[in-house]
């Protein structure tokens, strides 16, 4: 497994990431995005993500010397949510083919959330993981169901053990906030997401105004 935009997560990560959670749900950027290689292309397997507490801690953000210190120890909080891809299950040809994008996923931080979105705690460092799950069917030649079902079942049992791989890349990292502490991340989220281009936008008109401004104070001075 590998992971795309490593250099854009890397960027993030030296910085400290943050990813947005809201009581709706947010999805988050950069986006999740894998390629898979060396699988069985004719089995079938399933695509999991889950999200770790990084550590035991609760953070904040010190604005004075721009850094995430320790607050505390971290709120307690239920076993983490998984969310599977939605293309799942799959033939692993048609996973090997393309970029694998985990774009459905959302962060929420209701405790109570009913959508399936994954639940956060704000303040907390969480590390994401990939699982990989075959679901390799036997070929069998006995001939009654019952036969067929237990052979299927202890097969299926042995190979669920062998065929399930965790990946975990560390510059995925991130802390949980409800809105971006550190300056630098929001520039950088801005600067890289193309669904932020009318907020660039925006952006750049309010600094030509401010320097059209500017001006105008100069020249009647």
Request: include cysteine; charge should be positive.
């Amino acid at each position: 497994m590998s992971l795309e935009s490593r250099c854009l997560w890397h960027e993030f990560n030296k910085i400290g990431n943050e990813m947005i959670v809201t009581k709706a749900g947010r999805r988050p950027f950069p986006t999740f995005q894998i390629r898979l290689k060396g699988m069985n292309p004719d089995a079938d397997y399933i695509l999991m993500m889950d999200f770790l507490l990084a550590d035991d801690k609760r953070y904040r953000y010190a604005f004075h010397n721009s850094s995430w210190i320790i607050a505390g120890q971290a709120d307690s909080s239920g076993p983490p949510r998984i969310h599977v891809h939605q293309d799942s299950s799959a033939k692993g040809g048609q996973w090997m083919r393309q970029t694998i994008a985990f774009d459905r996923l959302k962060f929420t931080n209701n405790p109570l959330d009913d959508n399936g979105h994954i639940i956060l705690n704000s303040m907390h460092r969480y590390q994401p993981r990939f699982h990989v799950i075959g679901c390799e069917q036997p070929t069998t030649t006995t001939t009654t169901n019952d036969q067929q079902t237990s052979k299927y079942h202890h097969h299926h049992h042995h190979h669920h053990k062998r065929n399930f791989r965790t990946f975990i890349f560390n510059e995925t990292q991130f802390i949980a906030v409800t809105a971006y502490q550190n300056h630098r991340i929001t520039q950088l989220k801005i600067a890289s997401n193309p669904f932020a281009k009318g907020f660039r936008q925006h952006q750049q008109q309010k600094q030509q105004q401010q320097q059209t401004d500017d001006m105008t104070i100069t020249r009647l001075a």
